[in-house]
């Protein structure tokens, strides 16, 4: 509940005044944060945050016998590109066992519908990363058919989230460089995280189960272009 994506759910989620709002979080500080700002942003609406994991069968259960929701947002994921090709075990595990584990509890205690916060990187993989997304979605809509809907919505690069390119850049900058970019022709799709909760909730209430949305975010932006513009835009010039 507690990351880049999670936590503007949340958010949106509450000011739409649900009848209860559960978050569950493994960082006890991020869901203590995400807790406070939540309270003071809507303090009538029900809350509950439970420090918990998604590998852990057994915390799921208990959060989801307890709570019994109708709906759930799934958005933990390892999700950088260049680290997860040299943690392969934890990437599998984290992004498609995790899934697994989520969609198992929500066919077990009835959810009516579960969204799986994916990426555009899942199509035609080329990424470790990108694979166990692809993976994720395909586990999760194969576990379709019964009471519980599931539907994949795909992300391409949100700006401001936690290690997009970014503050990255920014950061680099600041240091004197040098300012990485991994390929010259290199592109990517950018959307604000509000835009993209926006959407996730739109596909949410239009899917029918068994859906992969994919977000329309434009046109793509070169990186190596968005890095000399950052450059110029901080008073330096590129090279």
Same mark, same amino acid.
């Given at each position: 509940?507690?990351?880049?994506?999670?936590?503007?759910?949340?958010?949106?989620?509450?000011?739409?005044?649900?009848?209860?709002?559960?978050?569950f979080?493994?960082?006890?500080s991020?869901?203590?944060?995400?807790?406070l700002?939540?309270?003071?942003?809507?303090?009538n609406?029900?809350l509950?945050?439970l420090v !918990?994991?998604?590998l852990?069968? =057994?915390?799921?259960?208990?959060?989801?016998?307890?709570? #019994?929701p &109708?709906r +759930?947002?799934?958005a933990a994921?390892?999700k950088?590109?260049s680290?997860m090709?040299?943690?392969?075990?934890?990437?599998?595990?984290?992004n498609?066992?995790?899934?697994?584990?989520?969609?198992?509890?929500?066919?077990q205690?009835?959810v009516?519908r579960l969204?799986l916060?994916?990426?555009?990187?899942a199509v035609?993989?080329?990424s470790?990363?990108g694979a166990?997304?692809?993976?994720?979605e395909?586990?999760?809509?194969?576990?379709?058919? !019964?009471?519980?809907?599931f539907? =994949?919505?795909?992300?391409?690069?949100?700006?401001?989230? #936690?290690? &997009?390119? +970014?503050?990255?850049f920014?950061?680099?900058?600041?240091?004197?460089?040098?300012?990485?970019?991994?390929h010259?022709?290199v592109?990517?799709?950018f959307?604000?995280i509000?835009?993209?909760?926006?959407?996730?909730?739109e596909?949410s209430?239009?899917?029918?189960?068994g859906?992969?949305?994919?977000?329309?975010?434009?046109d793509?932006?070169?990186?190596a272009?968005?890095a000399?513009n950052?450059i110029r835009?901080?008073g330096?010039e590129?090279?």
């Open positions: 509940a507690a990351g880049s994506i999670g936590s503007e759910l949340s958010r949106q989620l509450a000011i739409l005044g649900p009848a209860h709002l559960v978050l979080e493994r960082s006890e991020d869901l203590h944060d995400l807790e700002m939540l309270r003071q942003l809507q303090p609406v029900t509950t945050a !918990g994991d998604i852990d069968p =057994a915390d799921l259960a208990s959060a989801f016998e307890r709570h #019994r &109708s +759930v947002y799934h994921a390892y950088h590109v680290l090709e040299r943690h392969v075990v934890s990437a599998v595990r984290n498609v066992i995790g899934t697994y584990n989520v969609a198992q509890a929500s066919l205690y009835g009516e969204v916060i994916s990426s555009d990187k035609r993989p080329t470790l990363m166990t997304k692809r993976a994720a395909r586990l999760l809509l194969s576990m379709g058919g !019964g009471a519980t809907q539907t =994949a919505v795909r992300f391409g690069n949100v700006l401001g989230s #936690r290690g &997009s390119v +970014v503050p990255i920014k950061r680099q900058i600041e240091m004197g460089g040098p300012v990485t970019v991994t010259p022709e592109v990517r799709f959307m604000t509000p835009e993209a909760v926006q959407l996730v909730l596909a209430a239009a899917s029918r189960g859906d992969i949305f994919h977000l329309d975010m434009g793509p932006v070169r990186i272009d968005l000399e950052m835009l901080s330096f590129p090279g």
